[in-house]
């Protein structure tokens, strides 16, 4: 069974902070795909990547950056210079190698930037 | 583009009440269907999934059904809500070629 821990429960930093979120799956798959989410206020989950097990480049888009270590089982997700607007719930998440995908989520970190 | 549609968008039922919560997507065709609960600071709880018109799989046993009755609509029904049956409930589709899946705006269910 896939399973997926997101240790840390909420994290408070000042806004232009960087902040990074950790994420460690597992999984007996060979070929997976991982996920993050965001869950502004509203409620509503966005999700902001995907990343396939065979591919292992980190990923940069804009302030946010991903690293992807098979070798540790993580996929930690940093915001650099962080701003209120990235106050929300993440979730990271693991799914198969189908179209169809039941995915599971961690319990997700909740982030708090205050001005 | 794709658009994925739940209503109501909020929701306050007595116990033993029945539910109906919709989902409707749009821009897609042949979209693989799932319904989710998260409970108040809680994780995602995958509760059904469709593969398709009339094809139903349920997650966790409960009070709470579903149906597809067209190719983009889903339904999450139950009977007789329980208190234990309040929480947030979302819907979400996914692509045939793609592995994301997309959520709506979720439906915010209390049970009294």
């Known amino acids: 069974a896939q399973k997926v821990t997101q240790a840390q429960t909420e994290i408070s930093v000042v806004e232009k902070e960087d902040v990074t979120l950790d994420c460690v799956y597992e999984t007996r798959d060979t070929t997976y795909y991982l996920f993050w989410y965001k869950q502004p206020p509203s409620g509503e989950l966005v999700f902001l990547i995907r990343?396939?097990?065979?591919?292992?480049q980190n990923e940069i888009s804009g302030r946010y950056s991903w690293n992807f270590q098979k070798s540790t089982s993580s996929f930690n997700f940093t915001i650099t210079a962080s701003q209120v607007v990235d106050s929300a719930v993440y979730f990271c998440?693991?799914?198969?190698?189908?179209?169809?995908?039941?995915?599971?989520f961690g319990t997700g970190t909740r982030l708090l930037v205050s001005p | 583009s794709q658009t994925i549609h739940q209503w109501p968008a909020t929701l306050v039922q007595p116990v033993g009440s029945p539910l109906s919560l919709e989902c409707t997507v749009e821009?897609?065709?042949?979209?693989?269907l799932y319904w989710y609960r998260q409970a108040a600071g809680r994780g995602l709880q995958l509760l059904f999934y469709s593969v398709g018109i009339g094809q139903i799989s349920s997650e966790v046993p409960q009070n709470l059904s579903a149906s597809r009755p067209q190719d983009r609509q889903f339904i999450l029904s139950s009977k007789k809500l329980l208190l234990s049956d309040s929480g947030f409930y979302l819907c979400a589709w996914s692509g045939q070629a793609n592995y994301e899946q997309y959520f709506g705006p979720g439906t915010r269910l209390t049970v009294t």
């Open positions: 821009g897609t065709s042949n979209p693989n």
């Open positions: 990343r396939n097990s065979f591919d292992e």
């Open positions: 998440a693991i799914g198969g190698n189908t179209g169809f995908q039941k995915l599971v």
